[in-house]
């Protein structure tokens, strides 16, 4: 089965600085991933996703994130962050080939300071 | 402009109170999908739909249930609602075919169980 860890409960960037927020997964093939952001009191919004080839994708918002196979991981990162980037970010991986569910890490929520 | 709706954005009930929560997708998804959202526990699947009429349980489904009678409608049943059910509930919709298991989610509802 699946599953994902997100280290970091919360972090705290100035507005400006450069943002990674982690992400690892265990999973024996190929997995989707996924992250998505939800500001407070609302839903989840979809950044990025990897299903295949490069392993650089480009998201939303100025947000990138690398699947790295041999670290197991898919962190995300955005060389600059805005005041508006306050929010709660969540990973999930899904099976390729196998169940149509998601499993979601238990999330990182990011302060911004001014 | 695909779109996720929930009935409510807040709900209060009291305990013993029969709970209905609505969730309609416009984009003619097979999958729909029921989440609880809590601090530092991230989303719980409660219960997942594949098709009309089909379900299957999620992670955590006691004191819950589901129905879909039609495809774009899936709803979310708390049959005697108690205190330990105030959360935030989240619904997702998913195709089948080619979307690499990638959820669209609704704004959520947040419901207090007095």
């Known amino acids: 089965a699946q599953s994902v860890t997100q280290p970091d409960i919360h972090i705290t960037v100035s507005e400006g600085a450069s943002l990674e927020l982690r992400c690892n997964y265990s999973y024996g093939a190929t997995p989707y991933l996924f992250w998505y952001v939800q500001s407070p009191g609302q839903g989840l919004q979809l950044l990025l996703k990897?299903?295949?080839?490069?392993?650089l994708v480009q998201g939303i918002k100025g947000f990138e994130a690398e699947f790295k196979r041999s670290q197991s991981s898919f962190n995300l990162r955005k060389p600059s962050v805005h005041w508006s980037d306050a929010a709660e970010y969540f990973c999930?991986?899904?099976?390729?080939?196998?169940?149509?569910?998601?499993?979601f890490g238990k999330g990182t929520k990011l302060t911004v300071n001014p | 402009d695909v779109k996720v709706t929930q009935s409510s954005r807040y709900l209060v009930k009291r305990t013993g109170e029969k709970v209905f929560l609505e969730c309609v997708q416009d984009m003619d998804h097979e999958n729909m999908f029921w989440y609880r959202q809590d601090p530092g526990l991230g989303l719980r699947l409660i219960y997942f739909?594949?098709?009309?009429?089909?379900?299957e349980k999620g992670d955590i489904p006691e004191g819950y249930s589901v129905s879909r009678e039609k495809k774009e409608r899936f709803s979310l049943i708390l049959e005697s609602a108690s205190t330990n059910q105030t959360s935030m509930y989240l619904c997702?919709?998913?195709?089948?075919?080619?979307?690499?298991?990638?959820?669209?989610f609704g704004p959520g509802t947040r419901l207090t169980v007095l």
């Open positions: 997702a919709s998913s195709r089948v075919a080619g979307s690499y298991n990638e959820q669209f």
């Open positions: 999930a991986v899904g099976a390729k080939g196998g169940s149509e569910k998601l499993v």
């Open positions: 739909s594949y098709d009309v009429k089909m379900k």
């Open positions: 990897y299903f295949s080839g490069d392993t």
